[in-house]
Each structure stands twice: as C-alpha cells, then as structure tokens.
C-alpha cells in the first residue's frame, strides 16, 4: 500500500495497537488463551492442549537462551507477562518487560507482584540498562519494515557483551512494504509480517544467526485450541452484556 510506502505508521502511532487491540479489555483473551495469557503460537510437539504447548513453547524459548539463575532478561513486547513469569519461577532470573498496552501492563504486574519481575508501560526504543538475554515474542510484527534496522540496534545496545536474543514472530513469504489491509483494519493496526531477507539484511553486522526454528505449522493447532476453549467459556449472567 502508498501508505507504507510514504509513512511510518508505527512509529507514527506507536501506542495505536495497544489501544485498538489490547486495552479492550482482558476478558476476551483471558477467554480463550491458556492461563499464563500467551498471545502467540504454541509449540505443539509432545503436546495434548493448549496449556501444555504453550508451556512447552516457553520452556523451548529458555532453554534455547541457556537462562540461568540470577541473569537479568528484558522481554520486548511481554504482554501480561507470561514469559516473564514463567522464566522467574522456573529459571530463576529476573527480568523486565515492555509494552504500550494499559491493560497488558497493569495485569502483568498485578500477577507478578511476587516475583523479580516488572513490566513497564513502555515503547522499546525508551528503554536502557544491560540485560543478559533479550526476548521478543509475537511483538516483531507491529514494528514495521522501516524501524527494523533500528529495533535491532537498540537491542543491540541492550544487551551484555556475552548475551543472546531471541526473536519469535509470525514470517511472510515474500518482503513487503505493508500488512494486510483487512488485518490492518480490523484487527492489527499497522501491523505486518517480515520476510527471511528484510530479518537478514536488519541484523547484519549486528547479529550472528545460531539458530532458526520454524513451527509455523502449529499455529492451526493453537488457533483451533482458542477457538475450542472460547466455546467452553461459562455463559454470561442472565442480564448482563
């Protein structure tokens, strides 16, 4: 679309998705997403429901990272703060988390009040400190072709000498200069799905590649299980809207 083209609408309106899409209100998800709230694809193998590939895919992500106790993680895009929980409790770290929705940010902090562990109301490119691992998941997407370049930078930046980042997004076949109009308009703001080359050509100089994991085909299976689980959901009170 001219629009992407000529505009950079993500940075643009950088809290625009978080208003639109996430500040809705958390009922709708917590309807139909597992109980950490994780808003991404699930990691299916060896797994029966969407609980247990949704932990599964969260257990994938730290022991790829080689998380250890005592490191400090940031997690770009955290939304209610799933991840974070799960490494806290699971791997001993601690950590912080970023994201531009209201609703996201107050429940994450709320169900990890007990934990080393904050989610922040934040755009990334405000962030600073040093983290030994970065992780992003299912955020990537509304960053848009034109700040890739600079996404990586900053995560560059944020990172220790010795540390590793882990990038965990929905890829498109082919590189594009915008997202799917009707997506866009519904459901997604400004949101689109980077190619293989536009995430090669971002990192370079900044990154080295040790690992590419593609589970794309697991999403049917994790769109399925929300679909299921939303059905499931108890009726409304009599009256209520």
């Not at 609980?51 to 400090?72: N, S, W």
């Not at 988390?97 to 107050?106: D, L, N, P, R, Y």
């Given at each position: 679309?001219l ?22 209100g ?8 597992d ?11 060896n ?12 257990d ?7 998380l ?14 799933g ?8 791997y001993g770290?601690?950590?912080?988390g ?33 983290f ?14 034109k ?6 930078e ?11 980042m ?5 890829g ?70």
């Amino acid at each position: 679309m001219l629009k992407g083209k000529l505009l950079n609408m993500q940075r643009l309106r950088v809290t625009e998705v978080g208003e639109k899409h996430y500040d809705i209100g958390n009922d709708l998800y917590a309807a139909m997403l597992d109980s950490r709230m994780i808003y991404s694809c699930g990691y299916w193998h060896n797994a029966d429901d969407l609980e247990a590939a949704q932990e599964a895919k969260l257990d994938l992500i730290c022991r790829k990272v080689g998380l250890e106790p005592g490191m400090r993680i940031l997690d770009i895009g955290s939304g209610w703060g799933g991840f974070l929980q799960f490494a806290a409790e699971r791997y001993g770290v601690s950590g912080v988390g970023v994201t531009v929705s209201k609703e996201q940010a107050a429940l994450a902090n709320e169900r990890t009040a007990h934990l080393p562990v904050e989610t922040k109301l934040l755009d990334y490119q405000a962030l600073d400190g040093q983290f030994d691992r970065i992780i992003s998941i299912g955020m990537f997407e509304h960053v848009g072709y034109k700040n890739y370049r600079a996404y990586f930078e900053k995560a560059a930046s944020l990172l220790t000498p010795d540390g590793l980042m882990l990038l965990h997004t929905i890829g498109g076949h082919s590189s594009t200069s915008h997202g799917d109009p009707w997506s866009e308009k519904y459901i997604f703001p400004n949101g689109m799905l980077p190619s293989i080359a536009q995430i090669g050509k971002a990192t370079e100089g900044l990154f080295v590649m040790e690992d590419w994991h593609n589970f794309g085909a697991d999403y049917d299976k994790t769109l399925m299980a929300r679909h299921e689980r939303f059905c499931r959901r108890p009726a409304p009170a009599q009256g209520s809207i």
